[in-house]
């Protein structure tokens, strides 16, 4: 393999082109080498930033390149379980877009095929590799804002594009599948916590696909109150609320998009604290730690057994709301 990982990217979505193909491309220690694309439009917006990547014609053909060691996946999410167990198969490394399943269980095969082939398999999750996120845990997990009792979190976008795969039921599109994986999975990966039982789940449907989740949860040491919406003006915040003092985290999800990220600590007393992280990729931070479990055997800080337990949870909304 070399010092670099070659990577492949399986498809030419937009968020490919403009965000992961170039981070991919950025990332140390890892180079594009190849995407599969059928577009020849597509393909150049990735030969604009990497020149002299190989396009091929299909996505059988991409995983059979000798010269690919690791494989992007940005599919639909209804086809992220059959092309990472396809890439696996294939001897390749696997990030794959988030969710990578559509239920807890269904990760139980890929998590089997990489122990398998003891290849490196991964839900491209990538707020866990921002250090907003990791100072955030480390704060609230070092007692910082004191016994933590409540954790709120808000996620929401306007999109009404029925064309757009995350408004498709038989494509895996939903607001809970794309962007309640993040207010989930946040407060889990900042407090170490499961939870035990959802209170409450107030849902929206529109074809099929849920456009608004309200839902409420008990966790072992604090309740969680959150929401994300697909038909809302754009806004994401999440605060962990304690005995002490709250932490807010700004710009949580798209930093350098929605806004600058940022952790304010209100300690009372008029005693306010800020810490500001205005140029981390969280996406570049994500395929550098990527190629540092690939080629010097470092552990990944999300492995799938962290990205089902998230899912468990989106089963777990689903279920209440009926």
Not at 30 to 44: F, H, M
Not at 106 to 112: E, P, R, T
Request: proline share 5%; net charge negative.
């Amino acid at each position: 393999m070399g010092e670099a990982v070659r990577w492949g990217i399986l498809g030419a979505s937009k968020f490919a082109r403009q965000q992961m193909g170039p981070a991919i491309h950025m990332a140390r220690r890892g180079r594009l080498g190849a995407i599969a694309t059928s577009t020849p439009d597509k393909a150049g917006a990735f030969e604009a930033f990497a020149p002299g990547v190989t396009v091929h014609q299909g996505y059988d053909a991409l995983l059979d390149d000798p010269e690919i060691d690791a494989i992007y996946i940005p599919l639909p999410n209804a086809m992220h379980v059959e092309w990472s167990l396809k890439a696996l198969e294939s001897g390749k490394h696997v990030l794959c877009e988030k969710p990578l399943a559509l239920k807890a269980e269904d990760f139980d095969a890929v998590i089997a095929k990489r122990d398998e082939t003891g290849l490196l398999s991964a839900e491209a999750y990538m707020i866990v590799h921002h250090p907003q996120w990791q100072r955030a845990r480390e704060l609230v997990q070092g007692g910082e804002i004191g016994a933590l009792r409540e954790v709120t979190a808000q996620f929401s976008f306007f999109n009404d594009n029925m064309d757009d795969i995350r408004n498709q039921k038989g494509q895996g599109g939903g607001g809970l599948p794309d962007i309640g994986v993040y207010i989930f999975g946040g407060a889990r990966f900042v407090t170490g916590e499961e939870p035990e039982e959802i209170l409450a789940a107030d849902l929206d449907w529109h074809a099929g696909v849920d456009t608004r989740a309200h839902v409420s949860a008990r966790f072992p040491s604090f309740h969680y109150a959150g929401y994300v919406s697909t038909r809302m003006a754009p806004f994401q915040r999440v605060t962990f609320h304690g005995e002490k003092g709250a932490l807010t985290l700004s710009a949580p999800f798209n930093p350098q998009v929605f806004g600058e990220a940022r952790i304010t600590l209100e300690l009372g007393q008029g005693v306010v604290r800020e810490e500001r992280f205005p140029d981390a990729n969280h996406y570049v931070l994500q395929v550098e730690a990527f190629n540092r479990a690939v080629l010097d055997g470092a552990i990944y800080p999300c492995p799938l057994e962290f990205s089902k337990g998230t899912q468990r949870m989106i089963d777990m909304v689903y279920e209440k709301a009926g």
